[in-house]
C-alpha cells in the first residue's frame, strides 16, 4: 500500500458543527503532516507530526486541533469554523522528517457556510 | 530561511510545443526539489524529485527536471506538451533540517492551445 487516504472527499459544515477530517497510511511513515490550500494558492503547512508527537504548528488557530491516535492515523478536529476556513486540507506522510517517500493524500474540499 | 519562487505566474503553449517552467530557491543547506502538478479540483501529484546523485531528473509523463546549483534552479521541461498538460504546476523545496516542511512556490499556470 503506497497510499495516503483521507476522507471525507468533500465536507460542508457550519460555523457552529463540530467535524473530524481522517488520514491514513499504512507505508510504516513516522511524519504525518497537515497542509491548508486554498484556491489558486499553493499549499501551507499547518502541522507535523513526528512519532505520533506534534512537532510543528504553524501558528494554526485553536479551532483547529490535530491529533495522531497511532503511527498510521491522523485527524484533524474542526470546531466552529468560519467561511474563510474554506480550502483542500491535505494530509501526507514520510519515512520520517526526511522527506523520504513524501506521499500526499487526495484532500478533502471543506466548505463553511 | 528557505523560499521558492515560480516567476511564470501563468504560461500559455500550443500543443506539441516544448515546456519550460523555471523555479528559483533560497536555501542554505542542500535542498531537496520536488515538482507537483495539479488539475482543477484534484490533489498534488508529484512529477519528479531530487536529492542527490545526476542533476538531470527524469519524472513520470516526459517531464524532466535539471538542477543546477550555481544558478539555485530546478526547471521543468518537456519536449511536446500534450493537451492534458494543463494544470498548475508547484515547485517545492525541503531539506532535513526543516522538521518535514516542504515550502512551495506560487505555481504556473499552463494552458495548451490547439
Known amino acids: 500500500d503506497t497510499e495516503v487516504t483521507q476522507t471525507p472527499k468533500h465536507l460542508v459544515m457550519g460555523m457552529t458543527n463540530k467535524k473530524s477530517l481522517k488520514c491514513e497510511q499504512h507505508?510504516?511513515?513516522?511524519?504525518m503532516y497537515w497542509y491548508k490550500q486554498k484556491a489558486k494558492k499553493p499549499p501551507e503547512l499547518m502541522f507535523v507530526y513526528s512519532y505520533e508527537k506534534l512537532s510543528i504548528n504553524e501558528s494554526v488557530p485553536s479551532r483547529f486541533s490535530p491529533e495522531c491516535p497511532n503511527s498510521s492515523l491522523l485527524n484533524l478536529h474542526l470546531h466552529a469554523l468560519q467561511p474563510e476556513d474554506s480550502a483542500l486540507y491535505l494530509c501526507?506522510?514520510?519515512?520520517?522528517?526526511?522527506?523520504?517517500?513524501?506521499?500526499f493524500g487526495s484532500g478533502t474540499r471543506l466548505t463553511v457556510v | 530561511a528557505q523560499s521558492v519562487t515560480q516567476p511564470d505566474i501563468h504560461i500559455t503553449v500550443s500543443e506539441g510545443a516544448s515546456l519550460e517552467l523555471r523555479c528559483n530557491y533560497s536555501?542554505?543547506?542542500?535542498?531537496?526539489l520536488f515538482w507537483y502538478v495539479q488539475s482543477p479540483g484534484q490533489g498534488l501529484q508529484l512529477l519528479l524529485k531530487y536529492f542527490s546523485g545526476d542533476t538531470l531528473v527524469q519524472g513520470i509523463k516526459g517531464f524532466e527536471a535539471e538542477f543546477k546549483r550555481s544558478q539555485s534552479s530546478f526547471n521543468l521541461r518537456k519536449p511536446s506538451v500534450h493537451w492534458s498538460d494543463a494544470a498548475e504546476y508547484f515547485c517545492?523545496?525541503?531539506?532535513?533540517?526543516?522538521?518535514?516542511?516542504?515550502?512551495f512556490g506560487a505555481g504556473t499556470q499552463v494552458v495548451v492551445t490547439p
Open positions: 517545492a523545496v525541503g531539506a532535513t533540517d526543516s522538521w518535514g516542511k516542504l515550502q
Open positions: 507505508m510504516g511513515h513516522r511524519a
Open positions: 536555501y542554505g543547506a542542500t535542498p531537496y
Open positions: 501526507a506522510s514520510s519515512q520520517n522528517r526526511d522527506l523520504y517517500g513524501y506521499t
